[in-house]
């Protein structure tokens, strides 16, 4: 298949697993433990299936969404990934212009390769940012607030905090390929990289960009060193007051990301978040957590809905029928992860917008098949559960 052109999500998936080296790929495409939630992800939606009217006379052309004052082309944007430089590297740079160049906006991590004032700089419209509460390996205080004044000042027009990794996952691919900060180098390691030379290339003339992360440039060694445990950085015993916390220090609309269950999608808006993302970190963190489809409807029901606050999704949408199911079942727009790695590994900035055109396209037929003119019309009518019947 690696003939022809890519023209579907897994076609990408697959040739990104071809040109990137095991260890990166352990990384991109990798869960944590059995990954149970990984695949569930995934699988879920196929556990509901779309209604259909025929003859409605319907082209389904209404693809916009928001997100905080953001008005999008199409109800998906790019969920925030780390490290993006080591995949390709060009990194987030080339994520949000791609983002950007198909009507949408990318959240940047706070672990990504270039820093906020980087990506302001080679994009021309506001993106949202990312924010691990991390805690600074040097002082033992928050960084919080240095990364939520950065983002400021850079022009980030909103804030996703996320709030699932009070620990790093267990991700065994990872640990058995050797990835980490710095990589735990053989010689089968090195021999597999080279063999991706693409990709080998790229990462020795670009090896400053790929492994950097905005936590502190002059400090980088240090930030470094303690990633490689990956525990200093994180704050198992972080809570609620410390949203609270956060949601003082920026004045813009504040989502929170890594929400499963209503109870906490309730404790975020009582606190003030603007929104919740529903997901469980791409099945990264807890194994056996919630698929986030799985998910979706009770965290809707409780904050979402008329009156309520924007609901969003991330975690296993391959398909533009995904998407149709999750804004079916009461989100306002999901997040895509893996899916634009696979671009920007396969083409950079064009593979980036490419993966998102082949949403939009698989978006805007499958509501025309349907008879839905407008995503802002569906509703739960428009979805049962596979071997349901009808009422
Ligand atoms: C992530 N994710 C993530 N989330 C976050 O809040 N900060 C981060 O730095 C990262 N880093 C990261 C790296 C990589 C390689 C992946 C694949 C994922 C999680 C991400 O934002 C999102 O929740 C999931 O990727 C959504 O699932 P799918 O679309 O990958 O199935």
Aim: with cysteine; net charge neutral; glycine share 10%.
């Amino acid at each position: 298949s690696s003939r022809t052109s890519p023209i579907t999500v897994a076609d990408y998936r697959e040739r990104a697993r071809k040109a990137l080296p095991a260890m990166i790929w352990a990384y991109v495409d990798g869960g944590a433990e059995d990954e149970l939630t990984l695949r569930a992800n995934v699988d879920d939606f196929d556990k509901w299936a779309l209604r259909s009217r025929v003859l409605t006379g319907n082209e389904g052309q209404g693809l916009s969404a928001k997100v905080g004052n953001t008005a999008l082309d199409l109800p998906v944007f790019l969920s925030p990934t780390g490290m993006t430089g080591l995949i390709q590297w060009t990194g987030e740079r080339a994520a949000a212009r791609a983002a950007e160049r198909v009507g949408t906006r990318a959240v940047i991590s706070t672990a990504s390769s270039y820093t906020v004032e980087e990506i302001a700089d080679a994009t021309s419209e506001n993106h949202f940012f990312q924010l691990y509460p991390w805690t600074s390996v040097r002082t033992g205080e928050s960084l919080a607030k240095k990364f939520i004044d950065r983002a400021h000042h850079a022009g980030y027009s909103a804030l996703f905090v996320t709030v699932d990794v009070p620990v790093t996952g267990n991700r065994e691919g990872e640990r058995k390929r050797g990835m980490g900060i710095p990589p735990t180098l053989s010689p089968s390691r090195v021999l597999d990289a080279a063999r991706k030379p693409r990709w080998a290339y790229n990462f020795l003339k670009h090896q400053r960009i790929s492994s950097r992360m905005l936590v502190d440039e002059r400090g980088a060694a240090a930030a470094v060193r303690s990633a490689q445990k990956q525990v200093s950085l994180l704050r198992p015993e972080l809570c609620w007051d410390d949203l609270a916390k956060i949601r003082d220090l920026w004045d813009g609309p504040m989502y929170v990301k890594g929400i499963l269950d209503p109870d906490d999608a309730a404790a975020a808006v009582r606190l003030g978040a603007d929104g919740i993302v529903v997901s469980n970190h791409g099945g990264r963190q807890l194994d056996s957590a919630l698929s986030s489809i799985e998910a979706l409807p009770a965290v809707v029901d409780r904050v979402g809905g008329s009156g309520g606050v924007p609901v969003y999704l991330d975690g296993g949408i391959r398909r533009g029928s995904d998407v149709v199911k999750a804004l079916a079942l009461g989100a306002t727009a999901v997040g895509i992860g893996r899916p634009y790695v696979y671009g920007l590994a396969v083409g950079g900035e064009d593979g980036v917008a490419h993966v998102l055109e082949i949403f939009r396209e698989e978006i805007a037929r499958t509501l025309t098949l349907m008879g839905v003119r407008d995503i802002a019309e569906l509703d739960r009518s428009h979805i049962m559960r596979r071997g349901a019947s009808f009422r």
